[in-house]
């Protein structure tokens, strides 16, 4: 695990590397260092302060959806805990939810079901606000005077769109027919079974098949749960809108560190928006480093930031956002994982 996680990390490195030699190469080193330079200090906290109460904001969301009593700080921890795995794992995303309902179940002698039920719901959920804060920011896109697209930038916002509301749409589907998410686990472990047979001899995807189902139960049932729990869901559901709300200002932040304030609003929420959602679609990248910065940097040229402002704001608000995060979630994974 220790040899797995070191390699994913130096992965990580040289991607990053990869990215700050091509964003430099793009506006001139001396340009790039000259922006870095006069970057206001006061207003570049800023950028931490919101991104933190990011982070913050959706731990909250996931104290409301579950049962079990513990302290928002330990919450916080786990939360950072697993968005170091998320940043250093190619898994959709999601490959530090394990670890958070690991982590949480560890900690308050919860089911693992129980747990894992509470960390997916609050990926769920916090999906709904993202969607409605990117439909908001189209909204506006669209109302601006003289705003106008070409055939294939109305295909791509077209697909990025439709992308995150298919996704949410799955999501609920197989939240509503436990049948056909029974019928999804059995039929990817049949299609992994011979990569698996690799790694592990003998194995046998039918041997596991009452383990899965019963797994499926479990986590149906802690689901169910949360369902029931009407006022929780409406907190933690105003919490992750804050969450969302507190990202975009980060970046926010970062523009106005670096002196520029003649940035729309739905230019902010739509790039913002599209870079997450093309965060998705690499599996084979680690939080979507380099998908997300290209993306970015992209978007804010072609909504016409100068292009070392837009090259240098997304530079530092990943700084912030993907680097400082999976620095702060490493302390807190290796802090957590030491018995006490």
């Known amino acids: 695990m220790e040899r797995f996680r070191t390699k994913n990390i130096w992965f990580v490195v040289i991607i990053g590397g990869v990215i700050l030699a091509a964003f430099t190469n793009e506006v001139g080193l001396e340009t790039f260092i000259s922006r870095i330079s006069n970057v206001s200090k006061p207003l570049f906290l800023l950028v931490i302060l919101f991104n933190f109460l990011n982070i913050i904001a959706f731990t909250i969301t996931w104290k409301f959806l579950i049962s079990a009593d513990i302290s928002i700080y330990k919450l916080f921890k ?160 105003l919490f992750s809108f804050l969450g969302w709300v507190f990202d975009i200002l980060a970046i926010y932040a970062v523009f106005l560190s670096l002196g520029e304030t003649d940035i729309h609003i739905s230019i902010m929420v739509i790039t913002y928006t599209i870079s997450m959602i093309s965060g998705w679609l690499p599996l084979f990248l680690p939080g979507g480093l380099g998908v997300v910065d290209g993306t970015m940097a992209y978007l804010f040229i072609f909504s016409g930031v100068p292009i070392e402002v837009a090259v240098v704001a997304t530079w530092l608000y990943r700084l912030v956002s993907y680097v400082l995060n999976t620095v702060v979630g490493a302390f807190y994974l290796r802090a957590s994982l030491k018995p006490e």
Not at 102 to 128: H, P
Request: net charge positive.
């Open 78 to 237: 786990f939360y950072m805990a697993g968005t170091f795995i998320n940043n250093i794992t190619p898994t959709f995303g999601t490959g530090g939810e394990p670890v958070k309902a690991m982590l949480l179940g560890r900690d308050t002698c919860t089911s693992k079901a129980e747990c894992f039920a509470g960390v997916v719901s609050q990926r769920m959920l916090n999906m709904f606000p993202f969607l409605v804060i990117g439909g908001l920011g189209v909204g506006l896109l669209f109302s601006r005077p003289g705003v106008s697209f070409g055939t294939w930038q109305v295909i791509a916002l077209m697909f990025s769109i439709g992308l995150a509301f298919s996704t949410f749409g799955l999501v609920i589907y197989f939240y509503i027919r436990k049948d056909k998410l029974s019928s999804f686990v059995h039929s990817l472990i049949r299609f992994f079974a011979p990569f698996i047979g690799f790694v592990k001899k003998g194995f046998d995807h039918r041997a596991y098949a009452d383990a899965v189902e019963e797994s499926i139960n479990s986590f149906h049932g802690g689901l169910r749960n949360i369902h029931n729990n009407r006022s929780g869901i409406i907190k933690a559901t």
